[in-house]
Structures are given as structure tokens and as C-alpha cells.
Nanobody, 119 residues
Framework: QVQLVESGGGLVQPGGSLRLSCTAFGGSFSSNVMGWYRQAPGKERELVANIIRFIRAGGDTTNYADSVKGRFTIARDNAKNTVYLQMNNLKAEDTAVYYC????????WGKGTLVTVST
């Protein structure tokens, strides 16, 4: 059974940094897209970033929401089935529950980790 376990959320002041981690258990997923969505109170869930491994290209391709470009960085460690989201220069509007996902069929989701950016 596939399970995604997230960690790294918390309370941080504006301008601060956090790193989220998500490990997938129950298989090897190095060829699958992994990424992060977030959902703020009263808003729909939105894609934050994802990472796609292109073996022939010799590397990974990353995609980011416009609102986080230049501040967030997604990376993965395939040996550990883990994806990371480094979040820098956090803003109040980044406050949300962040969900890790694994793009298999069916898609799997983590339970979410809360990120609160506030003074």
C-alpha cells in the first residue's frame, strides 16, 4: 500500500524559510511525477510545484506556480523516494496546508502539513 508522509511545516515569520519533506512508502517511484499542492482557508487547492524525471534528458524538469517562482525550490532524492520543497522569503499569503502528491494511477496524497506565516 502506498503511503506519503510529510514533515516540516510550522510557524515562521514573514521573510523566513521552511523546508518540507515528503517520503513515499510502498514502492519505487523514481519515474513518477511528485509535487506539492496547497490549500489556504476559503480557497481551492492549487499546484505549488512538481518535479518530473526525464531519464533520457539526464535530469529533472520542475514546474512552479507563478506566485512562488524565485522563492521556492523543489527537489527529489530518488534513492529515498523523497521530494523536498525549500521555501524561502515566505509571505503571509503562503499560509496554507501543503499536500504532497504522487502522480500514479490512482494519484496518492499525503495528509498535509500546515505552514503558517505570521508575526
Amino acid at each position: 500500500q502506498v503511503q506519503l508522509v510529510e514533515s516540516g511545516g510550522g510557524l515562521v515569520q514573514p521573510g523566513g524559510s521552511l523546508r518540507l519533506s515528503c517520503t513515499a512508502f510502498g514502492g519505487s517511484f523514481s519515474s513518477n511525477v511528485m509535487g506539492w499542492y496547497r490549500q489556504a482557508p476559503g480557497k481551492e487547492r492549487e499546484l505549488v510545484a512538481n518535479i518530473i524525471r526525464f531519464i533520457r534528458a539526464g535530469g529533472d524538469t520542475t514546474n512552479y506556480a507563478d506566485s512562488v517562482k524565485g522563492r521556492f525550490t523543489i527537489a527529489r532524492d530518488n534513492a529515498k523516494n523523497t521530494v523536498y520543497l525549500q521555501m524561502n522569503n515566505l509571505k503571509a499569503e503562503d499560509t496554507a496546508v501543503y499536500y504532497c502528491y504522487l502522480a500514479t494511477n490512482p494519484r496518492y496524497w499525503g495528509k498535509g502539513t500546515l505552514v503558517t506565516v505570521s508575526t
